[in-house]
């Protein structure tokens, strides 16, 4: 009897094998939440070719802008489940969207289930390459002698880099006066131009401007300091929670299945580990920091929660979708 048992076990073992093995069958479709040409979009085309080689399968990247992600996600969750559909999608979406839009259509807690985190891109704050600032605490110090003339540019109201600036204000017990623009290269604009002192965003938009000499930075919003960037402090440094990530990551609709999602889990931890990839994913500003389903699980949770806690602090009012 219990010889049968054991092989009854294996049998399953062995069959369970086989149906990961087998996954994909068919093309997979890598739905992303945001527009072409974008840092997320690169990275999801990067990914996916890596992984199509992987698989044997084509990976097909598509863009579904809109409603703060919800569009994406809104389109997942209506089709129809066959194991072969996920979502590429920046932290803002699963983070930020589920407190800022109230949708009747998508609960993004409740229809999506994680997948496998890809990385992390730490905040980073920037001045003038003019500026008499050269550090977090030479830009504090201006912002106290002079609060009602130093700003903060930042990309839209309630994005993290707008939030970032009200964290910053809250940690250091300094004035920042906090001006959201429509876009990064408004906000550059700004620094550059002299109406704003200092600004923060993610490394790509500010990275180029870096290079040029029109800009320099002051510090990163990073838990330590980053690679290929050793001489760039953390402001975790100083004020320990000021640990502020943008990252990115996949997730699936509910009623995926357990194969797939390992599958996927395990090989984007292997193609994160090419030296190709993790270059190329560097000059994006992100740094690949893959987890198991589970521990990716948690890190979402306490994300949501985190960020929850920021919305509410600066009194944000949620939109109805």
């Not at 080689?53 to 809104?74: D, F, H, M, S, T």
């Not at 938009?205 to 980053?226: N, Q, T």
């Not at 806690?309 to 944000?316: C, F, P």
Request: glycine share 6%.
């Amino acid at each position: 009897m219990t010889r049968i048992l054991h092989l009854i076990v294996a049998a399953c073992l062995i069959g369970a094998a086989q149906t990961a093995a087998a996954w994909p069958t068919r093309p997979v479709r890598l739905v992303l939440p945001g527009a072409a040409g974008t840092a997320p979009d690169i990275m999801a085309r990067l990914l996916g070719d890596k992984l199509s080689r992987i698989w044997g399968q084509p990976v097909i990247v598509e863009n579904k802008p809109g409603a703060g992600g919800l569009v994406g996600l809104a389109a997942v969750k209506s089709a129809e489940r066959d194991d072969h559909m996920f979502v590429f999608t920046p932290a803002s979406v699963l983070t930020l969207t589920p407190y800022m839009y109230k949708s009747s259509q998508v609960d993004i807690v409740r229809d999506f289930q994680p997948v496998a985190l890809v990385g992390i891109s730490p905040m980073m704050a920037a001045v003038s390459a003019s500026s008499p600032a050269n550090t977090l605490a030479d830009v504090l110090a201006l912002a106290r002698r002079q609060p009602d003339k130093f700003v903060v540019s930042t990309t839209f109201l309630y994005s993290v880099p707008n939030l970032a600036a009200d964290m910053l204000s809250r940690a250091a017990g300094v004035p920042l006066r906090a001006v959201p623009f429509a876009s990064s290269s408004q906000s550059i604009s700004a620094v550059v131009g002299g109406d704003a002192q200092m600004l923060i965003d993610g490394v790509p938009p500010i990275e180029p401007m870096i290079k040029g000499g029109r800009l320099k930075p002051v510090v990163m919003f990073s838990d330590g300091r980053v690679p290929n960037r050793p001489d760039l402090p953390a402001a975790s440094e100083t004020y320990p929670s000021l640990v502020i990530n943008g990252w990115f990551a996949v997730v699936a609709p509910q009623g995926t299945g357990k194969p797939a999602i390992e599958r996927i889990n395990r090989d984007l931890a292997t193609v994160l580990a090419e030296r190709d990839v993790v270059d190329k994913l560097d000059t994006l500003g992100v740094y690949p920091k893959p987890m198991s389903v589970d521990e990716f699980g948690s890190y979402w949770r306490d994300e949501r929660t985190r960020w929850e806690k920021v919305l509410r602090d600066v009194n944000a009012q949620p939109v109805q979708q």
